[in-house]
């Protein structure tokens, strides 16, 4: 039976619907970097996303070619998953401005994809699929210590969500960790097309630390809550994907 990460490792991708504290293990993606609305038809993040699940699948399915990995198991492709951020002196994120979002979409591999397998497995979708796939990345994420929760009900809801994130970290004794490497992160469990906007199931996660003195809390170094949650995929993000398959 095929390996499914989501089911195996539910910690990470199956939180409960309260914060809660996490250590994330370091993992191995292919992600595509852009930046730009994710819901333009043609941008970059749409056109991002056929490339992410061809370079996935080529790992999959390699079982099946002439291509031998050393430790390959079968593997259900995970969902795909997002960093987002905004170049910002403040460091703040102003969610009208859509165009000013940078991305990383990114889904991820086993731990036994090395960078030799993976430039196989670029090379080999760019042979079959006819694309260029030179924009995706091997990409090594260690994301530490991060406060998550699991979301459901429609995306404009989840401020709620992150509000409850930063009010229960800060009670635990934990501030905001955000940098250039460490960012917030989203994994989408449902298919927007299919699932009701009430029951749709996201993950979020953001990089926290201890605090370094008594009183120290998310808002007091800066953080603010969002009041409308980062732009996601669109329901045709998985029509975009599809055209690879």
Known sequence: ??????????????????PSIITVPPMSYAAVRGKGDPNTEGGEYQNALPLLYGIAYTVKMSKKGSRSIEGYFDFVVPPLEGFWWQDSPSGDIDYVRKDDFNFISCIRLPDFVTQDDFDWAVAEATAK???????VELLKVDEGLCVQCMHTGPYDSEPATVDAMHEYATEQGYVPDFSDTRLHHEIYLSDPRKCAPEKLKTVVRHPIKRAEQRGASFHALGFKPANQPPPRPSGNYLDAARRIL
């Open 1 to 18: 039976m095929a390996f499914d990460f989501k089911k195996e490792c539910k910690e990470l991708y199956r939180p409960a619907s309260k």
């Open 129 to 135: 699929k006819k694309l260029d796939f030179s924009a």
